[in-house]
């Protein structure tokens, strides 16, 4: 394959990926709002805080992969131009080794962040 048939694959993994993402959202933002309506009832039922923790931990989860196919697009295809001598793989590879880039370090906090802030919200009582 060529450098446009390599870059054009690449695209179309990025844009399934980027819908699944959407997904991810919408789902994270319905965790947050089962977090909210536990905190704000103050007196929910145990079961509701544990399956809601459980959703948590799936989306995170769901999120956390999802971050990691991501990273695998951009280095497999990076790899594949230089393979082929096409100038744009380098590149691509040096924004695949950032700390910042998809599935890595700082990727990773942010999911564990935003799911530490649904579990607090959801078992630290109200005041």
């Known amino acids: 394959?060529?450098?446009y048939q390599l870059l054009n694959l690449m695209n179309l993994s990025?844009?399934?990926n980027a819908?699944?993402?959407?997904?991810?959202v919408l789902l994270t933002w319905l965790g947050f709002r089962f977090a909210n309506a536990?905190?704000?009832d103050g007196n929910a039922p145990m079961i509701s805080?544990?399956?809601s923790s459980l959703f948590y931990l799936c989306v995170a989860g769901f999120v956390f992969f999802n971050g990691q196919?991501?990273?695998g697009i951009l280095e497999t295809y990076s790899a594949l131009l230089i393979d082929i001598g096409a100038e744009s793989g380098s590149r691509l590879a040096a924004y695949s080794e950032n700390p910042l880039g998809p599935g890595k370090a700082v990727g990773v906090f942010f999911v564990v962040l935003v799911l530490f802030m649904q579990l607090a919200?959801?078992?630290i009582k109200k005041a």
Do not use: H, N, P, Q
């Open 19 to 24: 819908m699944y993402f959407v997904g991810m």
């Open 38 to 40: 536990i905190y704000e």
């Open 1 to 3: 394959m060529d450098e």
């Open 14 to 16: 990025f844009v399934s």
């Open 121 to 123: 919200r959801t078992w």
């Open 49 to 51: 805080k544990v399956l």
């Open 69 to 71: 196919v991501a990273g």
